[in-house]
């Protein structure tokens, strides 16, 4: 894209670029629109990244976080996950539109594959920021080594974690702990 400039951090991108489909944003298996009517008519993205992996941090500054910073692995740390646009809000390829910002927002919340409500299971909140996907029984993820793997939807997860919760909670859950980049937790079961 010559010519294109990437929007510095906390502003949202307003040009028309952005509201281009671009279709190696959009999992084949969804069917996704070629635009996110729910986030601002922002090109449509089906996959949304780890936040606790590339920021922006906690206070919502700049992360630049390196591979050598990941001291749980990066086989063993999600990068980036699936997020629909039937059963939730997917997301948009541009990172930030004028409503939101979850291309960067992926989070486990109280299990893969809940459906965004305003009342899910369990957690009293929107999943809006969990992962899901059309695929039965799981997600596909990119790990930060590159590698793909399909995730079970039915992995050890925290119950009571909505997708409030950032950086996700720290107890000893399978699906936080791939989701946490420096925990120092041991992977349990077989995801």
Known sequence: MTGATAAPAGSTVTSALANTRLSFYICPATGATAINTTLGNYGMSTYVVNREVVGPDVNNKTSLRTLTSITDGASNTILVGERDQIHNVAATWAVRSATSTCSFEGRP????????????????????????????????????????????????????????????????????????????????GNY
């Open 109 to 188: 919340g109280s299990k893969m594959n809940a459906v965004n409500s305003s009342t899910p299971p369990s957690s009293g909140a929107a999943q809006r920021l969990s992962f899901n996907s059309l695929h039965g029984g799981g997600c596909n993820f990119v790990l930060a080594d590159a590698s793909v793997r399909f995730i079970s939807d039915t992995i050890d997860t925290d119950p009571s974690l909505d997708w409030t919760a950032f950086p996700a909670a720290t107890g000893n859950f399978t699906f936080q702990n791939l989701i946490h980049p420096s925990d120092g937790n041991p992977l349990g």
